[in-house]
């Protein structure tokens, strides 16, 4: 029986203990030799979730296929362990072995939001291991990251060895075997060492053959990955940067984002590990199609995973159909950005909802279009009279739909909501952002009116006698916070005060509207977002304002009950730095980004394009009605090959060259 | 048809709560393709019962669920299936065929459970200590409730103690109607002998879940998987 790293009197003090036992369905087990390759891959939130995440399940699943790799999870321990570690003594581990952590050969830190870097500190200082990369032991772990925020890696650059850019399932192959070829013989391995119980000393024996830096040297050159401590920067008088470079011979100047093409033969976890508690995405998880062909202007998902690459319908049902018996789950759903966009996606429904029925397995779907064949679908597989129909409109006017380039027109919406209403729906939700470029008291207003329209929409369309009671029209909006790689990258963000003074005019001219009783208004937390945007566009200076604020009780801060906005404004006082000078300026064109080292695939001109067209409020086609020339094309697959749009181009003198700007 | 399963659930399964070991179980018969039943609705469900909850802490190896299926499955083959679909730490130890009638219910005919709790200090309690706790006229302590706290005199529930090397076996009322938990009985008992007990220095284990039946002479208890029709 496995021996648990925490005792019967911890494990039944802290709340729910199944976050720490490890355990459960498809969970890997193997036999630990002296050459077994450790990897603790980390998702550092809570469990529920960490183990509702994608993208931790694809590289388990990836890494576990290797005979000599053993790929282990590690999630955040609650405040109450938290404490109680510290308290004691005991070291963070793995949730399989139930090993320590600071034993294995690598700690994988997935970074799916800005808002989890504390808890990247609560990680490596609760498995014992140095925060900063430069200062760390031969002997200690390599620490890597990947995920959505390693596009700006910077504020948390000197906390990682390494950084995977871009897609998991490409090139950490290249990595292992890398690996294999620098560490130490297997007889005085670390492994060998850590089956053995014998607790390790620095520099004896030791992991490496060359060193840990002549690994980490070899590695940079990895097409993908990122090495920070071998590349200096320094900034100009007024704080911005003036140069980033590479601090020696053979580390290239620029690192470029892998990306999967064929997603037949790519991983795909076919035996994800059911958990026993209760996760957030408690279901199969099908990911349809990676990329968007949409081009919305503030969306850095739809930049970063261009171009759209669909996966083949008769794969989609083998591994839904596989999945579903593998878990047990009650529950399927799909997932991909704008999943409308999926070209056989009634195919895909019709199939999913032919094998669930009998079963009493519910399908759940992603926020899809509202038309007639979404209506029909959602009016097979939901509770009409439970379920609510969703839009984001994300913007109040047409006008500022145009900036940010959202196709969905308030023709759309208004005829979709007649649709649904007609179809017995009663319920709908709506998504906007405050703060967008160029934003006017109109956009602002704007957001209230077209609640308004849609609630007079409902007693139009539907008779008296046909009324399931009163429209419930739930609005929500969110600050709108600039990312890197999408046209807003130089754009100013609004500060706490202005954010929350647009939420109240909202809020005032819902109530001032005829059906103000059937519109609820509801925003998000201002000083959170405004963190956000500092630590999304900022630089390897923040790395002292991180650790300040860990240091001063910064953890969970996605969490609201335990963000601290006080903690934050102290780290960046006393580190000297300007949290307004990473958000609410506008920066030029011409400005050396943070970033900007990252070849993300799309090019830095095409940026500056959509950054003109959006403050001249004119749309770009999308990628299937006519290509922008974003620079993915070069990836040589995807919708650039697949759709008519390749034919033609946003006019030439428009489009530019897609491949200017690109650093490579 | 319904089925009555006699699962374990040990080691590090005991920190899994009761609507976490429901959830775990409904997964293990969607993957061990088990013809179960549905509720009708939008969301069906599968018409499984839990003879009784346990506290998350406490090991099982006599616990029960009834489950209603849609088409006959022979229960030696139900019992192989779902111990495929077990983590370390659950195992499924008896499937029988029971009445479908409502009386014949898990839930309604909990009347008693075994327990046995170990102690860390291997010591436990001494046969004559016990002897003279049961013979006490009355054992007051003061139970919670859902809506109150009150004195209660758990003699009555308690239908058997005795112990033996660094453990104590007891007989206990369960069920709707009179529900006594173990672990107040080993502080009532802790008390009146004077012991002091930490809260992490024993474990309890449940061994059985009992039904009551009449005979002649009153009631025997019987355990929930003798009630069936065809035993495994």
């Given at each position: 029986m496995r021996k648990l790293a925490l005792d019967d009197e911890i494990l039944l003090r802290v709340e729910k203990p199944e976050r720490y036992i490890g355990g459960e369905w498809n969970a890997v087990m193997k036999q630990p030799d002296n050459k077994m390759i450790r990897i603790a891959m980390?998702?550092?939130?809570v469990y529920e979730i960490g183990m509702s995440h994608l993208g931790i399940q694809i590289l388990y699943d990836m890494f576990n296929r290797f005979g000599d790799v053993w790929c282990e999870r590690v999630y955040s321990p609650w405040k109450d362990l938290d404490g109680i570690m510290r308290e004691r003594g005991i070291p963070l581990f793995a949730l399989e072995s139930q090993d320590p952590v600071k034993k294995f050969d690598f700690i994988g830190i997935t970074i799916q939001y800005e808002m989890c870097y504390a808890n990247i500190l609560q990680i490596l200082e609760l498995s014992g291991v140095t925060l900063r990369a430069e200062e760390r032991g031969e002997d200690e772990p390599l620490v890597i990251g990947g995920g959505p925020?390693?596009?700006?890696?910077e504020p948390i650059a000197s906390f990682f060895d390494l950084f995977y850019i871009g897609e998991g399932e490409v090139v950490y192959d290249e990595l292992l075997q890398l690996y294999r070829k620098h560490r130490?013989?297997?007889?005085?391995s670390t492994s060998a060492l850590m089956s053995a119980g014998i607790e390790q000393t620095a520099g004896a024996g030791g992991r490496w053959k060359w060193g840990r830096l002549a690994f980490l040297r070899e590695a940079a050159r990895i097409p993908g990955i990122y090495v920070p401590q071998f590349y200096d920067c320094s900034y100009n008088e007024d704080g911005t940067l003036s140069d980033f470079h590479p601090a020696e011979e053979g580390i290239p100047a620029a690192v470029s984002r892998q990306l999967v093409l064929d997603f037949d033969a790519a991983p795909y976890p076919e035996k994800p590990v059911v958990p026993f508690l209760k996760a957030t995405q408690d279901r199969v998880t099908l990911?349809?199609?990676?990329?968007?062909?949409?081009?919305?202007?503030?969306?850095q998902a739809g930049m970063i995973y261009r171009p759209l690459r669909e996966k083949h319908l008769q794969h989609l049902k083998d591994l839904a159909a596989r999945m579903l018996s593998s878990t047990g789950y009650e529950e399927i759903s799909l997932t991909s950005l704008s999943s409308s966009d999926y070209d056989e996606l009634n195919e895909l429904l019709e199939y999913l909802i032919g094998i669930c029925k009998e079963k009493g397995i519910n399908i759940s779907l992603p926020s899809l279009r509202i038309d007639a064949f979404s209506l029909d679908v959602m009016s097979k597989v939901q509770d009409v009279k439970k379920s609510s129909l969703t839009f984001a409109p994300e913007a109040g006017t047409q006008r500022m739909r145009n900036v940010i380039n959202k196709g969905l027109t308030e023709e759309d919406i208004l005829s979709g909501a007649a649709e649904a209403f007609t179809g017995g729906w009663n319920k709908v939700k709506l998504y906007f952002m405050l703060g967008l470029p160029g934003e006017t008291e109109d956009d602002i207003r704007g957001i209230a009116r077209l609640c308004e329209k849609i609630a007079e929409c409902y007693y139009d369309t539907v008779p008296k006698e046909k009324r399931h009671g009163k429209v419930a029209i739930t609005a929500s909006s969110s600050f709108f916070v600039p990312k890197p790689f999408t046209p807003f990258q130089w754009a100013p963000m609004n500060r706490e005060e202005e954010f929350l003074d647009k939420a109240h005019t909202v809020l005032s001219e819902v109530r001032a509207q005829l059906n103000q009783k059937s519109i609820r208004y509801t925003w998000h937390e201002a000083d959170v977002s405004v963190l956000e945007g500092v630590l999304a566009r900022g630089d390897r200076r923040l790395a002292d304002v991180i650790e300040h604020a860990y240091r001063h009780g910064a953890l969970f801060d996605a969490w609201s009950e335990f963000f601290s906005g006080e903690i934050w404004q102290e780290a960046f006082a006393a580190c000297g730095l300007d949290p307004y000078f990473y958000t609410a300026r506008e920066r030029s064109t011409e400005e050396l980004l943070p970033w900007d080292f990252l070849d993300m695939g799309i090019s830095k001109s095409f940026l500056i394009r959509e950054w003109k067209r959006a403050q001249e409020g004119r749309v770009t086609p999308n990628c299937r009605q006519a290509c922008g020339g974003c620079g993915c094309r070069e990836y040589g697959g995807g919708v650039c090959f697949t759709s008519a749009g390749t034919e033609s181009r946003v006019s030439s003198d428009d489009a530019g060259s897609g491949e200017g700007g690109r650093l490579s | 048809m319904r089925i009555r399963v006699k699962f374990s659930k040990t080691g590090a399964m005991k920190y899994i709560g009761h609507l976490d070991v429901m959830r775990f179980f409904q997964k293990a018969l969607r993957r061990a393709d088990i013809p179960y039943a549905l509720s009708g609705g939008f969301s069906p469900h599968m018409q499984m019962s839990f003879a009784a909850p346990l506290g998350v802490g406490k090991t099982t190896t006599g616990d029960y669920f009834d489950l209603d299926l849609s088409a006959d499955m022979p229960a030696p083959e139900i019992g192989r299936r779902l111990n495929e679909q077990m983590t370390e730490g659950f195992s499924v130890l008896e499937v029988c065929e029971i009445s479908e009638d409502k009386a014949s219910k898990g839930m309604s005919q909990v009347a008693a459970a075994d327990y046995t709790v170990f102690f860390a200090d291997n010591e436990g309690f001494a046969e004559d200590c016990i002897r003279r706790y049961l013979d006490q006229p009355q054992i007051l302590v003061m139970r919670k409730t859902k809506r109150r706290e009150e004195m209660t005199d758990i003699r009555p529930w308690i239908l058997s103690l005795s112990a033996d090397e660094g453990a104590v076996h007891m007989r206990l009322s369960a069920g709707s109607v009179q529900n006594l938990k173990p672990e107040l009985v080993v502080e009532s008992l802790a008390e009146f002998t004077g012991k002091k007990i930490s809260p992490f220095s024993f474990r309890i284990n449940r061994d059985d879940i009992l039904a009551a039946v009449k005979d002649g002479t009153g009631d025997r208890y019987v355990p929930l998987g003798a009630v069936g029709v065809h035993r495994v």
């Open positions: 980390c998702f550092p939130d925020c390693v596009c700006n890696p130490a013989d297997s007889s005085d990911e349809i199609q990676r990329g968007c062909i949409r081009g919305c202007r503030f969306c | -």
